[in-house]
């Protein structure tokens, strides 16, 4: 069994048809299915008026009822995204589905861009284990799990989608040890990137933490034995402690308030009493059980 085992792992042929089919299964799913309702429009509304005025809202722009106080457009990156693209594919001369009625092109369009996005977060999370384990079959297995535990939100497109993206990209080039040169000044910007695109910037932030402070550890282990030298030069930690204190200054700085106000306007918006209450944070099945005895 140990042996069949390894000559799977070192057959890359077959892993790559092993990797590859998946992803394309997931493809040609999410391209298929019909964009999830539950918020994609609300987004796409506040990208298109971002685009329109060629600015980011002062307030609420939408409900008359929200309480005066300053909009901040966490996600404005992402929505503006969302909107220029269905704006784009709406010039489309043709259609590739017939399940949509308004503006087919644009619809086909963010489907074939968020089918693209999920693909290349699981390819990009397949790469970073093999990086960690060096084992494609062990890579490819968790690769799996992903895509299994992401199987109930797959047709979902929202700005999480990027946020997700991002994610496996960080976990892609810091799992390289060291980090290349390249990722350690090139991840602090795209860190500034995700932290306009979506909130959860800040469980990207927390994960390199993690590491560098794993990475320290061992660096500390290895120069009491004798063999890493000063612990404090080991490349590796250098280069992912740089990554971690650019990337909370490129953070703080690249984003709408030119300002690390950024973090605490997060924190706020993510201890919010309302965000309980929010339905797609609650069992659907739930819900209707609970509310349908009424009708």
């Known amino acids: ?134 084992s494609p079959l062990v890579s490819w297995l968790g690769m799996l799990l992903c895509i299994a535990l992401s199987w109930g939100s797959l047709e979902v497109l929202r700005p999480q989608v990027w946020g997700e993206f991002f994610f496996a990209l960080m976990l892609f080039m810091i799992c390289r040890k060291p980090p290349s040169r390249l990722a350690a000044w090139v991840l602090p910007f795209i860190m500034a990137l995700w932290a306009n695109m979506h909130g959860s910037y800040l469980s990207g932030l927390l994960v390199l933490l993690g590491i560098l402070v794993s990475r320290m550890l061992l660096a500390i282990k290895a120069s009491q034995k004798g063999s890493g030298g000063y612990a404090f030069h080991e490349t590796s930690l250098r280069r992912t402690f740089r990554i971690f204190y650019i990337s909370i200054l490129a953070i703080g700085l690249l984003n709408p308030f030119l300002s690390f106000r950024w973090y605490s306007e997060t924190l706020a918006m993510a201890n919010n009493a309302n965000i309980a209450d929010f339905l797609c944070c609650v069992d659907l099945h739930l819900i209707s059980s609970k509310y349908t005895r009424n009708f």
């Open 1 to 134: 069994m140990r042996n069949w085992l390894h000559r799977l792992d070192g057959n890359s042929i077959l892993m790559t048809i092993l990797v590859g089919g998946p992803l394309l299964a997931v493809f040609l799913l999410v391209n298929a299915l019909p964009l999830w309702h539950t918020d994609i429009w609300a987004h796409m509304h506040y990208g298109s008026w971002i685009i329109e005025h060629q600015s980011l809202p002062m307030t609420e722009p939408y409900s008359p009822y929200a309480d005066p106080k300053p909009y901040v457009p966490f996600a404005w990156l992402s929505q503006t995204v969302i909107a220029f693209l269905y704006q784009q594919g709406a010039r489309l001369p043709f259609r590739w589905s017939f399940y949509d009625v308004a503006q087919p092109g644009g619809v086909d369009l963010l489907r074939f861009v968020h089918a693209l996005l999920v693909v290349l977060r699981f390819w990009l999370l397949y790469l970073a284990f093999r990086r960690l384990c060096g």
